[in-house]
């Protein structure tokens, strides 16, 4: 590597980027109005397996402790992902009222 390449950090998820441009009002609506349904179809589906779970370890008493331990995870997701549907429909909210203030001032 020569002296004048600088060299990227990466991680797992995420990508360092040198210089990230602004959002447009619509461009960001359309991403938090995404990772929103995303999110809610995350929570709905991980209570459906939590309740599956619970289920489970009523009718297999055998192991009822991994059903149990695998209806807690699944409820930890189901709720974690209803917090972050809640935080991107306030991010929605706010990405909307920017784009109405950007299009009242034009």
């Known amino acids: 590597m020569s002296d004048g390449e600088e060299k ?3 991680h797992i ?3 360092h980027k040198e210089e990230e ?3 447009s009002p619509e461009e960001e609506l359309k991403h938090h109005k995404v990772l929103s349904h995303i999110s ?3 929570a709905v589906a991980a209570g459906a397996y939590a309740l599956h779970e619970k289920h489970q370890s009523k009718k297999d008493p055998e192991n009822a402790s ?3 331990k695998g209806e ?4 930890t997701v189901a709720v974690g992902a209803g917090g972050l549907a809640f935080h991107e429909h306030h991010k929605k909210k706010e990405a909307k009222e920017r784009l109405k203030e950007e299009s ?3």
């Open 21 to 23: 441009k602004p959002k």
């Open 72 to 75: 807690a995870i699944a409820a």
């Open 8 to 10: 990227k950090h990466h």
């Open 104 to 106: 009242s001032h034009h």
């Open 40 to 42: 809610k179809a995350t």
């Open 13 to 15: 998820f995420h990508r």
């Open 66 to 68: 991994r059903h149990k």
